[in-house]
């Protein structure tokens, strides 16, 4: 799970960055690393029925979040959230996390609600933050948070496993995040930004759907939406040796992005299939197998998943309600290439 | 294990910084943690007999390295290391990294040379590199280093279990990493400065020595000497509400720090007790204990093991050649009021 982000690291795609850091890294051999470098955890195999999860997320001001209308409480909240989510996206269950900071000079009060969004959300979830690191950088502010997770070792999810025939699912609605982040842009103010606001500095990871899932589907794939359901859907079928057929009526849109949609013009679908950070679920499971536990997921969770489409042998497509397809690009925050997003 | 290091954190000192953060965060309650902030790592009860160990080091160009003067090779080297070495200083064995880099653009032939070293120690350490994140900073490099490691639960050596009594012993020479950088920073050149180059670039950690003495003494405390022994002593001393006494002439300097001394005037015993990131060990162990495990020590190891002094009922002192007692101030690396170290 090496992930690469930010913009300036020089035009060539994040696959080609991997790939030579993994000639220069070669494999991990000592410890049995189950799976490594590519999913969403690392995925480290000890005695007993666990296997541990490790994953690292960084987030930088300017570049994943802003500090101009994101508060210092939401900032830590999210930094948690990212990083959870991965292990949450593995099917595995969040023990422990490190947190290294990196602060510019004279953020006191700031830290302090960085640090009391991080504590509320490790509370919420019963992750400990069991130590840290904290460095005076020049200027922004870096936050990188390490979280060790278990999980039961046959329940392990990977990105690689998806079939052809397979059901696409994802849980809730998708665009919400960037459609909060486009109405910070463009100063879009009222009841709707409120909304938004609250809801994106208190997201919630889905752990327990995750596990839930992994429990009672025989899952084949997931990964949580962080880049854009686009760009994640094409992790799953790149690692698969797969492709992705997708209905575009099916695709659930977040209330803000109709929102932000009729104030702005911007396509509502665009925001769903490519806004970043949604930190939803996207799995694939057998066809047909979902649907069965559909209507428990819903009751239990107070949170739908919808079917949004199938997995086919080759290319990413988007069929229109009229039924003609379109190649589905992979849109979604491009971590080489894409200049900010947080402001 | 929460650390704070770099410039610019306000005129308060390290201890008021973490218990307000410790204010919020609270005791970690889930999993069981043995240790959590204020040791070199967290300490995390699992079932079997091994604790795991987990830490985070970050390090950044300008306060804790150069790019002046440091390949990029010897910069992922030592970002290894340091963090390596907390989980030495436990007395554990390290299994896997994860790697946090905050890089500017257009550093693509460093990135690749920070990875060289970071593989090489890696390889030679059999630590894993299971994965990471790579994130574009607007200036300035940064590497956060999370090492996972693993302790017999029995032989974990913590710093808060020094006894009044028991002797203070260190580990190799110390002051040999000061020396280089004053050498940096004065342009002295020649075979001292090669040599001690190419020695501080290729730091390596004291793994296995840290585990002969977990097993073969009771040892009462340890850590690694990152801030300078002056500091690191004190974080011993004032985690065992204790004090200690060491003899001025005991220290062992290391020969760069001999030479540089030579060179600039300045005092090779200073250099010897305030430079950090020497990643030797300095323990303690019961009266007279040590002694006999210091030749098979030496010879398994081809490294000294030297007593320095003993733990006091409080306050350190530095006793001189003539008998003479002056306070020893901890007069290492202030993370807090420092200004820059690597540069």
Redesign the interface.
Known sequence: ??????????PRSEVD?LE??LD???D????D?AR??GDD??V?S???EFD?L???????S???FSTQWQSPYGIGWRALAASVSDVAAMGGEP??G???L?????W?EE??GI??G??DL??RL???????????????L?I?I?V?GRVKREKCVFRNGARIGDDIWVTGALGGGEAVRQMAQRGIKGPEWDRGLMEYERILPRIEEARFLAQELPLSSMIDISDGLSTDLSHICRMSRVGAALDETHIPVHGSALFVATQTGLNPLELALNGGEDFELCFTASGGSGIRVAEEFAERFGLQMTKIGRITGSDLILRDRSGHSRPLNPGGYDHLKAKERGR
């Open positions: 799970m090496i992930e690469m982000s930010g913009n300036g690291l020089h960055a030579r850091l220069i890294l070669g991990p051999k000592r410890i690393v490594g470098i955890c690392a480290l000890f005695p007993g541990l490790l994953t690292v997320d960084t987030v930088i300017g570049i994943h023990l422990a490190l947190v290294a990196g602060i510019p000079g004279g006191d830290l302090v640090y009391q991080l504590h490790s509370a019963h992750v400990d933050i069991v130590g840290g690191d904290i460095s005076a950088l020049p200027s922004g870096s990188s390490t060790l």
